[in-house]
């Protein structure tokens, strides 16, 4: 039986295993994927697991991204661009370092219908995704990225890869055709982004990284104003489809029941 997992801390909330699981089944391979919570002291060990083959491969969230690429003995071209990893796996007797994210949120936003090309993009929070999507719009044709975090400190240290990157201090609002939530606020239900965007005109893209809940307040307002909205849900099916496909080789199907799979 091959194993899998998804390492984080907090891991409860993921839903990793479940979209995992429901595709091993469907393709009738002999695995299992769990998730587990752990300490930044714990990768060695699970590293030396995927050496040993107790273990074929890991998923990597928060805040664990960054982290375990000082483990690793190779990391793809993407990876390691964005000094991102999200899927972890054994080849040619090396560990290697992928990161699925990327092409995750460009088709996710390929799927909107919203031409990228030449247009201002803002991005709200400096967390382990962010490199991600800022190399995703990148590759999309967008004219200018514009980062805003509450500590500014930690979008400067993201600028050190990406050096065109417009920084602004929190509260700040630039004119942007996209916005995209990055930040954690709105994981709870009651959590809102004090931020005005009444000014920001209409017919824009709110895009939010959450996927659950589904309709966060950032995306209610930027309705609420009259803008297109798109949660984080296709960006977290198609990384997980992505990741599939180097483990085992197969791509597996994303139609209703897959998607369903979110509203149970
Ligand atoms: P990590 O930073 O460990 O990768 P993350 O969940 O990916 O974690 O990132 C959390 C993001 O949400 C950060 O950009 C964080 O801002 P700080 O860097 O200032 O911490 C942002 N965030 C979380 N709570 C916030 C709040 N109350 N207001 C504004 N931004 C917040």
Same mark, same amino acid.
């Given at each position: ?34 998730? +587990? ?86 991005? $709200? ?11 995703? $719009? ?65 017919? +824009? ?60």
């Amino acid at each position: 039986m091959k194993k899998y997992l998804v390492i984080g801390n907090p891991i409860e909330q993921s839903l990793s295993p479940k979209i995992h699981n429901f595709w091993i089944k469907q393709n009738k391979i002999k695995a299992i994927y769990e998730k +587990k919570k752990i300490d930044k002291a714990d990768i060695p060990s699970l590293i030396l697991d995927i050496k040993k083959e107790n273990l074929q491969g890991m998923n990597v969230t928060v805040p664990f991204k960054k982290l375990v690429i000082p483990y690793l003995d190779e990391m793809t071209e993407c990876a390691e661009k964005t000094q991102s990893v999200n899927t972890v796996y054994k080849k040619q007797n090396k560990i290697i370092g992928d990161n699925t994210d990327i092409e995750g949120f460009e088709r996710s936003l390929k799927d909107t219908n919203h031409d990228i090309k030449n247009k201002k993009i803002f991005i $709200l929070g400096a967390g382990g995704v962010v490199s991600s999507i800022i190399l995703a $719009l990148k590759n999309l044709g967008a004219a200018e990225i514009i980062l805003s975090n509450r500590t500014r400190e930690k979008a400067e240290n993201i600028k050190k890869i990406y050096s065109n990157l417009k920084i602004l201090d929190w509260g700040e609002i630039p004119i942007f055709d996209i916005i995209v939530n990055a930040t954690s606020l709105g994981l709870k239900k009651e959590d809102k982004i004090e931020l005005n965007l009444t000014n920001s005109g209409q017919d +824009k893209l709110f895009y939010d990284v959450i996927y659950n809940p589904d309709m966060t307040n950032f995306l209610m307002e930027g309705k609420k104003l009259g803008n297109k909205v798109k949660n984080g849900k296709m960006m977290f099916i198609y990384q997980a489809q992505l990741a599939f496909n180097i483990w085992h080789n197969i791509l597996p199907k994303i139609d209703n029941e897959t998607i369903d799979l979110f509203n149970s």
